[in-house]
C-alpha cells in the first residue's frame, strides 16, 4: 500500500551530492569588489548629507533670524558647514558676493551657492548648480553697475544743460520783456 517512514533506503536512491568548495581567490574576489561598493555608497552618502545638513543649518539659522532674514557670514563659516566642501567665491557682483560650495560624491556633485553682501550677511542661498541668480535674485555686475552710473551721469549732465540754456531763454525772453516795458514807459 503506502510505504512507511520507517522503511529501510532502497538501493536506488543516492546521497546528495557533496557540495562544492568555493575556491579562496573568488572569496577574496567577491569580498573586495563589495568593500569597494560599500565605500563608493559611503562617499556618495557622506557627500549628500553633509550638503543636506548645511543646508538644514543655514536655513534653520535664516528662520531664527526672523524678519532681516540674514545670517552673518562668519557664523556660517565656523559652524554650519558639514564635511569638507570645495569653496568658490565670485566677487564680480557690484553688491553682492556669490560663494558656491560643492560636496563631490562620485556619481553626483552636491552644490549650495549663497550672495553675501558687503556687510558679510548671507542673504539667500539655494542648491542649483548653476545659474545668474540665486532663489530667483539676481545680480548686478559690476560692468552693468559702471554702464549704469555712467550713463546716469551722463543725462544728469544733459539735464543741466538743457535747464541751462531754457535758464538762459527765461532770462533773454525776460530781458527782452524788460526791454520792451522801458521804451514802452518812456513813450
Known amino acids: 500500500m503506502s510505504s512507511t517512514p520507517d522503511a529501510p533506503e532502497t538501493p536506488d ?47 534653520a539659522a535664516m528662520e531664527t533670524a526672523g524678519k532681516s532674514g540674514e545670517v552673518p557670514f562668519k557664523d556660517f563659516q565656523a559652524s554650519m558647514i558639514q564635511g569638507s566642501p570645495s569653496e568658490e567665491l565670485d566677487e564680480s557682483g557690484a553688491i553682492l558676493k556669490l560663494y558656491h560650495y560643492r560636496w563631490g560624491g562620485v556619481f553626483k556633485t552636491y552644490h549650495l551657492r549663497m550672495l553675501v553682501d558687503n556687510d558679510g550677511q548671507v542673504i539667500v542661498f539655494d542648491t542649483a548648480a548653476e545659474g545668474s541668480s540665486v532663489s530667483g535674485m539676481p545680480r548686478i555686475s559690476k560692468e552693468r553697475m559702471d554702464a549704469f552710473v555712467k550713463g546716469q551721469k551722463e543725462h544728469v549732465k544733459q539735464k543741466a544743460a538743457e535747464s541751462a540754456e531754457a535758464k538762459a531763454s527765461r532770462d533773454k525772453q525776460a530781458a527782452a520783456e524788460a526791454a520792451a516795458a522801458e521804451t514802452k514807459s518812456e513813450n
Open 13 to 59: 536512491s543516492k546521497p546528495a551530492p557533496a557540495k562544492k568548495k568555493v575556491s579562496t581567490q573568488r572569496r577574496i574576489i567577491s569580498w573586495v569588489f563589495i568593500l569597494i561598493l560599500l565605500g563608493v555608497v559611503l562617499l556618495e552618502w557622506r557627500a549628500k548629507t553633509s550638503q543636506a545638513k548645511t543646508f538644514n543649518n543655514l536655513d
